[in-house]
């Protein structure tokens, strides 16, 4: 059978000295916290079960009385930051202010350990409420939030077909961009978008157009327009160069 809840803790010999120093220390002792005491101070610590059921029961009380001890500077510091204090804080506050003696003790510890079960079931009801409004958030989101992945995963697949797209278009174009950051790839495609642009504003351009409205037929003949062009000269040199003589200043 599959065992639940917390696994049984296992006391070291470190772990016997630490309670055995703790329980020198607390004022009073309950009758288990006595025997475990009278345990410890033997030379001998080759305890049987039952002297170790003793011994883990002391630890987890005194678990609970540095917890409790905790809870005291919390209520402390309460009263000091003048909050409102509840009946339970009212009462510790006022066990503190008595002079100490056992029963003054175990009045204080039964007060602290009822005030702990308090805390625990108010934290446990806060976060079972807050279980609640997360799910029903979740509830009348899921749907919104369904729709914005949809829409997420779209755009993501969209990139990546894009993205094998460009890669398949250089590819194509036997250029290497093996080498080149995308950032590199992008000014790219952009500087020769904006190339093509200026090509289509030209003169020469537009009036091939006239002529041509095939859009790949229309390509070709402005090659061959620009590349008869270059067979022209005068007073032996090409118009061509004239040309590039008369605007290259402009770019040096």
Do not use: C
């Amino acid at each position: 059978m599959v065992q639940r809840g917390r696994p049984a803790k296992i006391l070291t010999p470190s772990d016997l000295d630490a309670l055995l120093d703790s329980l020198q220390k607390i004022p009073f002792l309950k009758k288990n916290q006595q025997h475990a005491l009278q345990l410890l101070q033997q030379q001998d610590r080759n305890f049987d079960e039952k002297q170790l059921a003793v011994l883990k029961i002391a630890d987890r009380q005194n678990t609970q009385y540095q917890q409790r001890k905790l809870l005291i500077e919390q209520i402390k510091l309460k009263e000091k930051n003048q909050q409102t204090l509840l009946e339970n804080e009212i009462e510790i506050l006022g066990l503190l202010r008595l002079e100490l003696n056992q029963d003054v003790f175990f009045r204080l510890d039964r007060a602290l350990e009822s005030y702990q079960k308090l805390e625990k079931a108010a934290l446990d009801n806060r976060i079972r409420l807050e279980n609640e409004h997360r799910r029903e958030v979740l509830r009348k989101t899921g749907k919104t939030l369904s729709e914005a992945q949809r829409k997420r995963n779209i755009e993501n697949q969209r990139k990546y077909e894009l993205g094998g797209a460009v890669l398949a278009a250089f590819k194509q174009l036997n250029i290497d961009i093996s080498q080149s950051t995308p950032d590199q790839i992008k000014n790219r495609i952009i500087n020769n978008k904006n190339f093509v642009d200026k090509v289509k504003n030209t003169k020469i351009f537009n009036e091939v157009k006239q002529y041509q409205n095939n859009y790949f037929k229309r390509e070709k003949l402005f090659v061959d327009v620009i590349q008869g062009l270059a067979t022209w000269s005068k007073a032996e040199k090409s118009l061509h160069t004239i040309e590039i003589e008369k605007h290259k200043d402009k770019y040096s």
